[in-house]
């Protein structure tokens, strides 16, 4: 500080120079919504086309279980298996290398690839991120490709689009909707083929037999070596509408033009997307949970945009939605920073003096944002939610230097006073950056989450003082000597301060009442936190914060066996009937069979009951539109962090036990008063014709049910026989029956199937069929079945919902070996819930601890301390009042309460204890009020003026109703209702506790 004192050029440079590499720094950082918290868990997908979930289970699922099993660092396994498709999710421990075990996982599969079926797909192993939702969707409207049919451009953004999308890292899975597959269908004639008694199978074995490309090998001639190739026969359709084919029983030839027709067509439309009523082909591009989504996102813009000949419009991009929250909070920050000049100016009414601390609000920032860059820390939500914080706390050893330098101008009665104060204000930033220290140990996810405002606030906060003890002394006393500017004479600043010395009478005159009414004020004291400790168990306890952003999905669930055909027109009278509402921006859909997804956007609400007022009216129309198809809908926040849903899961042996009883607990929960509603995360089973063998007659002729099963399988869903290569593109040829001759249940009877000894057995003489039906999906849970529900919470508490749910599911009596549990992402939410609370309880020993290393003492800290329980009861209070549920952001605004409300206390205690320590007489009674008040009243401006600085700074961050703002307000709310009760009991009530102790201790301080 010396030096800088004598040499005020140097300091005026450094100034400039962390404001010059803060700026650089700042450019250079990513942006990002959320910090970069990977989830770790991993998924398997593996497609066996045409097979039944049953089956996907026993002969995918199961064996992909029981291999990873033996991958050491997994939590859980979840898995279901549904009509082509086997989908295995893996959860591991936390603080576990995803890619390792990536790739262990994928080892482990390859140990068992050869066993699955031919037809099986290569098992992908992806990132798994539990949103599920997409970064970007996008529209393809127009391709290189004059007249372009929606197949074309279905076949242009499947094998050009989506492969360069791939490329980009961060990204985990692509989906394209909407349009049609190219296939070449070879449509058998099921009245020529079984009058010519022929073999289905015989059919796809000469086409594969047919098509083969191959080296044969390498000859030499004429001094050249030539590479001897057998090329693919199949150039044209007309090629294989020729291909040879042997009759069954008479030994002749017949092409295979002469029984069916070979045309090219489309695969099964399995999806129908549509863009404001509009059918079109929509691609949903995921990220993978610990990607940056602005750098995704924006690579996959650039790539769209460069594609020659194409118009693809942008209609969901989740990178605008950070934008948007990012540049409120950047706002809400600035508009912090204004209020606190504002609030500084209003105390002074001097420039110089405003200008030299508000001095230390950009020079203490713009040196965050070096640190960040150097340690590789990005802008987000959560650090931006440090530096607002920040903004306000960093003027606060400012402000007690300009005190403390205030009443002299030479330099050694300059560095006398910031001698006076350099313990004090040395302690409060040691204390605030201590109660940080805990999330070093703090789970993973808690604290990715959170080291941001912990490293934001702490660089800021020792920055701010080395500022402030060695730079402002400097540059003020530069500039008074350089600059002579009157005070400031605005008619407003002269009204706030009357304001301010009336504000000072009541103090002075509320302390007098506390010192007059001791016993009183401790008893009403203890009152008010007994009562705040009993309002706590009526504060709400959320996972997230209730208010959520513009983005929403309505999802619509139809009766199972639902054709496509009829599930599309149900989602077009829903977005006939959204078209209407005053609520709805834009709509994208996308139906697949039995339900469908549609994508909102709403418009602008400033009020968050507004929004939520516009979504449950969207609800109510889209179940309006459903009831004639039986079906109903629900919808659910963009955002993962705004979902207010309890999945419950049910464990045991049987699937139609644990159906029955999933309905049973469904009602009973859904009649728990507060729960919107209770849905069943599974379907019934779809409606089945079952071929059956006549044992008897079958066994005579030797047939079989794989004889049956390979028939129909083939006949009817149509086996890929080839792949046929044209313009540098492969398309399946699928062999299947005309499906017009199935018309009826009965018409599966009608022809014959080959068995041993080259003979055809009529399937009337061995087949019989009964209705029946078969499941659509069956999940396990750590390698049993399983099912689940999940509730849909109204303005019930997630703690209030958890009992409830308990005691409605105790009054259900449970079979032997079936039980239930919440789903893990509840659990861990709760397990993070009370981390935070371990974090303040560990903050507050920190605290103590530090303040008795700087203070020497082990009494002093705990009067200190005493200005913390109030503020933590006032909080609650404020909660309390307000409605508003406490959740980990609100954890975390009382841990970093607990650093900052002490700051006022430190200053007072070691204040008063300096004074006591100089008067010899200081251990009368009054005495030591006299002192008690003195320092009390003689600090209430300065500490008033850093109390009112630090919620000015977070004020903007509580009254912010924007994209993201759900993130930050519940933390800005236990700030500043908790700083403010804290300041009350550092000016009013720490006075009359040092009284007390000093009075009954009897010893030195």
């Not at 098992?123 to 127009?142: E, M, N, T, W």
């Not at 607990?665 to 079952?690: D, H, N, Q």
């Not at 003492?857 to 009861?873: D, E, F, H, K, Q």
Request: proline content about 4%.
């Amino acid at each position: 500080m010396n030096y800088f004192l004598k040499n005020p050029i140097s300091a005026i440079m450094l100034s400039i120079g962390i404001a010059i590499f803060g700026i650089i720094s700042l450019l250079k950082l990513p942006v990002g919504l959320m910090p970069r918290v990977e989830y770790p868990a991993l998924s398997v997908i593996v497609e066996y086309p045409g097979i039944s979930p049953d089956k996907i289970e026993n002969i995918i699922t199961r064996p992909i279980e029981r291999i990873i099993r033996t991958v050491p660092g997994i939590e859980t396994i979840e898995s279901s298996s549904e009509e082509g498709k086997s989908r295995i999710t893996i959860t591991l421990h936390p603080g576990i290398d995803t890619k390792l075990i990536a790739l262990k996982v994928r080892e482990k599969i390859g140990l068992i690839r050869d066993s699955f079926p031919r037809a099986v797909q290569e098992p992908v192993v992806l990132r798994y991120d539990p949103s599920d939702r997409p970064a970007l969707i996008a529209s393809v409207k127009k391709i290189p490709l004059e007249n372009a049919s929606l197949t074309d451009i279905r076949e242009y953004a499947e094998h050009v689009i989506k492969p360069q999308l791939q490329r980009i890292d961060g990204v985990s899975e692509i989906y394209a909707a909407g349009g049609l597959r190219k296939e070449i269908h070879v449509t058998i004639d099921s009245g020529k083929f079984f009058s010519r008694k022929m073999d289905f199978g015989e059919i796809v074995r000469t086409l594969q037999s047919e098509s083969v490309s191959m080296p044969a090998g390498n000859i030499f001639s004429g001094g050249k070596e030539w590479r001897i190739r057998i090329p693919e026969r199949f150039k044209t359709k007309e090629d294989i509408s020729a291909v040879a084919l042997r009759l069954f029983d008479e030994g002749k030839i017949i092409s295979l033009g002469e029984i069916a027709r070979v045309e090219e067509s489309s695969h099964e439309t399995d999806s129908i997307a549509r863009q404001n009523g509009r059918e079109g082909v929509l691609l949903y591009l995921h990220r993978a949970g610990d990607a940056n989504t602005l750098e995704v996102v924006s690579r996959a813009q650039t790539i769209l945009s460069s594609l020659p000949g194409c118009e693809i419009e942008i209609i969901y991009n989740m990178a605008e939605f950070i934008r948007a929250a990012v540049n409120n909070a950047v706002s809400s920050s600035l508009w912090g920073l204004a209020i606190v000049i504002f609030v500084i100016l209003l105390f002074y009414r001097d420039i110089l003096k405003a200008g030299t601390i508000a001095l230390s609000i950009p020079l203490s920032i713009t040196a965050v944002f070096s640190c960040m860059y150097f340690a590789r820390f990005e802008i987000n939500i959560v650090s931006l939610c440090g530096i607002a914080l920040s903004a306000g706390m960093v003027v606060d050893s400012g402000i007690l230097v300009m005190e403390a330098i205030t009443h002299g101008m030479s330099l050694q009665s300059a560095a006398r006073a910031v001698g006076r104060i350099r313990i004090a204000a040395t302690a409060s930033v040691v204390t605030t950056a201590s109660v940080f220290f805990p999330l070093l140990f703090a789970e993973e996810t808690v604290r990715r989450t959170y080291e941001g405002i912990a490293f934001t606030v702490t660089v800021s906060c020792i920055v701010s003082l080395f500022v402030a003890t060695s730079l402002l002394p400097s540059l003020y006393l530069a500039a008074k000597r350089a600059l002579s500017l009157p005070p400031l004479r605005i008619k407003l600043f002269c009204a706030l301060e009357h304001c301010t010395d009336t504000s000072k009478d009541i103090f002075a005159s509320a302390l007098s009442f506390v010192f007059a009414y001791r016993k009183k004020t401790l008893i009403a004291t203890a009152i008010f936190m007994g009562l705040a400790m009993v309002s706590l168990i009526c504060i709400p306890t959320e996972l997230t914060d209730p208010f959520g952003n513009n983005e929403a999905y309505l999802y619509c669930e139809l009766p199972t066996g639902t054709p496509l055909r009829i599930a599309d027109e149900a989602i077009k009278r829903v977005e006939e009937r959204l078209k209407y509402t005053d609520t709805v921006k834009k709509i994208s859909s996308k139906t697949e069979k039995w339900r469908g997804s549609i994508a909102i956007t709403l418009k602008n609400f400033f009020w968050a009951h507004e929004r939520e007022n516009a979504k449950k009216l969207i609800a109510h129309h889209a179940r309006e539109a459903l009831m004639p198809f039986g079906g109903f809908a629900f919808i659910s926040e963009a955002g993962e962090l705004a979902d207010r849903e309890l999945d419950i899961i049910f464990t045991g042996k049987d699937d139609t036990t644990l159906r029955h009883i999933a309905r049973e607990a469904a009602k009973a929960v859904g009649a728990v008063a507060g729960i919107e509603e209770c849905v069943l995360r599974f379907r019934e089973g779809k409606p089945s014709y079952r071929l059956m063998l006549k044992r008897e007659k079958s066994e005579m002729f030797n047939a079989s049910s794989e004889h049956l099963a390979h028939f129909f399988h083939g006949a009817l869903f149509g086996p890929v026989a080839v792949k046929h290569h044209t313009d540098g593109r492969e398309i399946d040829v699928r062999v299947k029956f005309d499906r017009k001759s199935f018309s009826r249940a009965e018409d599966l009877l009608a022809g014959s199937i080959p068995v041993a000894e080259d003979r055809l057995v009529p399937l009337r003489e061995i087949v019989h069929i009964e209705k029946g039906t078969e499941p659509t999906r069956l999940t396990r849970h750590n390698g049993r079945r399983a099912v689940r529900i999940t509730a849909r919470l109204g303005e019930i508490s997630y703690d209030n919902a958890e009992e409830k749910i308990r005691k409605a599911l105790a009054a259900i009596t449970f079979p032997e070996d079936y039980s239930w549990e919440f789903d893990t992402a509840y659990i861990k939410a709760r397990t993070q819930l009370r981390a935070m609370a371990l974090l303040v309880l560990a903050a507050l020993v920190l605290v103590y601890m530090t303040m008795a290393a700087i203070l020497e003492s082990l009494r002093l800290p705990l009067l200190v301390l005493a200005t913390v329980p109030p503020g933590i009861c006032g909080v609650f209070l404020t909660f309390f009042l307000s409605g508003s549920p406490m959740n980990s952001s609100a954890f975390m605004g009382i841990v970093v309460l607990v650093g900052i409300a002490v700051n006022n206390g430190i200053v007072i205690v070691e204040r008063t204890a300096f004074i006591i320590r100089q008067k010899k007489k200081a251990r009368e009674k009054d005495e030591i009020d006299k002192i008690a008040k003195h320092v009390s009243l003689e600090h209430f401006r300065p500490l008033f003026a850093t109390t009112l600085t630090t919620i000015a700074g977070f004020f903007p961050a509580l009254v912010s109703f924007g994209e993201g703002s759900f993130l930050w307000r519940p933390l800005a709310l236990t700030v500043i209702s908790g700083l403010s009760f804290s300041f009350l009991a550092s000016g009013l009530l720490l006075p009359v506790c040092i009284r007390f102790f000093i009075s009954h201790s009897g010893r030195k301080i």
